[in-house]
């Protein structure tokens, strides 16, 4: 920190530590605040010259509060953790997982039968999540190409896995 900037900052600590608590609306953060700043100017060799030595105090000082505001608002309160720890476990049972196993070997069957090119544009954009214009520029087609296959695919998988269901729904 320059002399001249540690200087001002202490003869005008409290005129800045009030205009900062005005501005954040709270005295304490404003006084951590302050003390952070001078703390990270201390360290600080390379500062040149500060034309506004006020304004400059201040956003260095508003910007750490907003800092230490936002780290703040990330921890929970003893309120939300109990709460959290309230809730029963959510995990799916051997029964979901042998369901969701099932379905997703239907799913693949399904896949398995559609056309080699609807099946590689379904994979790259739902499973590779690639944007529709890289799989047409990839594969050589146009984007409408890759839009009309890709809801024929859709279409397709929602057929099929209605029909495979309506058995099951019978019983």
Same mark, same amino acid.
Request: glycine share 4%; proline share 5%; with cysteine.
């Given at each position: 920190?320059?002399?001249?900037?540690?200087? =001002?900052?202490?003869?005008?600590?409290?005129?800045?530590?009030? +205009?900062?608590?005005?501005?954040?609306?709270?005295?304490?953060?404003?006084?951590?605040?302050?003390?952070?700043?001078? *703390?990270? #100017?201390?360290?600080?060799?390379? *500062?040149?010259?500060?034309?506004?030595?006020?304004?400059?105090?201040?956003?260095?000082?508003?910007?750490?509060?907003?800092?230490?505001?936002?780290?703040?608002?990330?921890?929970?309160?003893?309120?939300?953790?109990?709460?959290?720890?309230?809730?029963?476990?959510?995990?799916?049972?051997?029964?979901? @997982?042998?369901?969701?196993?099932?379905? *997703?070997?239907?799913? @693949?069957?399904?896949?398995?039968?559609?056309?080699?090119?609807?099946?590689?544009? #379904?994979?790259?954009?739902?499973?590779?999540?690639?944007?529709?214009?890289?799989?047409?520029?990839?594969?050589?087609?146009?984007? +409408?190409?890759?839009?009309?296959?890709?809801?024929?695919?859709?279409? =397709?998988?929602?057929? +099929? *896995?209605? +029909?495979?269901?309506?058995?099951?729904?019978?019983?």
């Amino acid at each position: 920190m320059t002399p001249a900037l540690r200087e =001002f900052l202490v003869q005008r600590y409290d005129d800045l530590k009030r +205009r900062l608590t005005r501005h954040l609306g709270n005295a304490e953060l404003a006084s951590d605040a302050l003390q952070d700043a001078w *703390l990270r #100017l201390e360290s600080r060799e390379d *500062l040149g010259p500060v034309r506004d030595m006020g304004a400059y105090l201040m956003r260095i000082a508003v910007n750490i509060a907003i800092d230490h505001q936002r780290s703040r608002s990330r921890v929970l309160s003893a309120e939300e953790i109990e709460g959290l720890l309230e809730h029963p476990e959510t995990s799916p049972g051997p029964a979901q @997982v042998a369901e969701a196993r099932s379905d *997703l070997d239907a799913l @693949v069957k399904i896949i398995q039968t559609m056309p080699e090119r609807r099946q590689r544009i #379904l994979l790259m954009v739902r499973w590779e999540r690639l944007p529709q214009q890289e799989v047409a520029d990839r594969l050589g087609v146009s984007l +409408r190409t890759v839009e009309q296959e890709l809801r024929k695919a859709h279409d =397709f998988c929602a057929t +099929r *896995l209605s +029909r495979s269901a309506e058995p099951l729904r019978k019983k």
